[in-house]
């Protein structure tokens, strides 16, 4: 679970890092999206902030317990960022990714040289110099706190405890450490063994994973930038989590012994990794790929255009049909559905504190309105794939068995249901299945009988 200390060849020095991490921190507090607060950052300060910045996501429920016994009341926004950054980076030596000395002393200078915290700067020091004081009385004191030992939300907590009774300690453990970073190879050009080969050649070390009982996926055993990768601008290869790598295999399987070329919907389809997949499995496929987003419908076309294949993309809210569906059926509808993104937590670690309780009914509601609405779409004998990236099961199995019950005309067909998030410290059941390392998801697949 530990983390590897950021890039030492830096130029930059620490309080600069530990500056703007913290104001990633304060952004993700009021609300943004910490993806969209590291943009923002200096591209020279960019790669050390993000590495701090996941960091301090994932420990920030425990860096939150100890500050509350250190100042009872909260200090101004942008000393507290900085204090609880300080903390998250610090509280354990294993995790830690400098020296804990070195990151209070740090903290300290990047108070005395930010103009909004100067006259906090004694504060912060009297608060970090407790903590290096009493670090492990400060640790048990909070370890009974839910959100302190779990870095989560107690409501997201009790909500994982209930859905999974027999699994929680691992989904949530999973989401501490370090995605993995797994490819999806375009059968179109490459098996997975001679893509293994390709790699091999550049130094790079993966493995096959199997995904819908086939090896068709590589997991690295480390993350490489994707201009490394052999092939990734011409298309052979794409970057993609082992459980997203489901979706396209699943909704095809059953599909492709039809003689004329499939009609297929991939209905809020940025960033168009899934998209991909459809048409490298069907070539010959009509693809209408949707999305809200006119912005995001571009990053579809850049994907498209990457893998070089074509799709349709038109902006648009799946659910207002009328405004962009031509009156013919589909054979096949992929509905990867918004939703809590509650699987991928190991990749967005800003998205649990982001996250209200309130959240879950309101984006069931939008799911429950797409099905209603994509489903009339749907040929009789075709099928409709419901995916969600969320380990919740309002937004899965209580999703679709409330559907079904209203749509007597839809048959779950063998799906995976729930897959619940692995890494290498959880429980080896969740490891058994091939695919390594990967997100939680959870999968439906519909066939609408003829009635």
Sequence with gaps: MATPPVSSHLQA????????????????????????????????LR?????????????????????????????????????????????????????????????????????EMRAQAPFVNACLRRFLRERDSLLSATDADVTAKWNHPLWWVKRVQHDHPQQWTAILEAAQSAAPMSLRVNAQHHTVARYLDALQAQGIAGKAIVIAGQASGVQLEKAVPVQLLPGFAQGHVSVQDAAAQWAAPLLLKGLQASGAPLRLLDACAAPGGKTGHLLECEPNAHVLALDVDPQRCERIQQNVDRLQVRARIVAAD????AKWWDGQCFDGILLDAPCTA???????????????????????????KLLK????????????LYCTCSVFKAEGETQI????????????????GHLTPSN??????????????????????????SI
Excluded at 373 to 384: C, F, N, S, Y
Aim: charged share 20%; with cysteine; proline share 6%.
């Design 342 to 368: 509650s699987g991928i937590g190991r990749r967005h670690p800003d998205v649990r504190w982001l996250r209200r309780e309130t959240d879950v009914p309101q984006l069931a509601a939008i799911q429950a």
């Design 13 to 44: 020095p620490l309080w600069q890092l530990l500056q703007a991490t913290a104001g990633v921190a304060q952004a993700v507090h009021h609300g943004r999206s910490m993806t969209a607060a590291i943009e923002q950052v200096p591209k020279e």
């Design 401 to 416: 068995q409330t559907f079904v019950q209203h749509n007597t005309d839809a048959l779950i067909l063998p799906s995976p």
């Design 424 to 449: 290498d410290t959880s429980d080896a059941s969740l490891r058994d299945n091939g695919m390594g390392e990967h997100d939680g998801f959870y999968y439906a697949l519909l066939e609408k009988r």
């Design 373 to 384: 609405a994509l489903w009339p779409l749907v040929k009789p004998g075709g099928r409709l």
């Design 47 to 115: 790669p050390g902030v993000q590495a701090l910045s996941f960091q301090t996501m994932r420990w920030w429920g425990r860096a939150q317990a100890i500050r509350k016994l250190l100042a009872r009341k909260a200090p101004p926004a942008a000393a507290d960022a900085l204090l609880c950054t300080a903390l998250a980076l610090s509280w354990r030596d294993d995790l830690s990714p400098y020296a804990v000395h070195t990151l209070v002393n740090q903290a300290v200078e990047a108070a005395r040289r930010h103009k």
């Design 318 to 321: 799946a659910a207002d049909t």
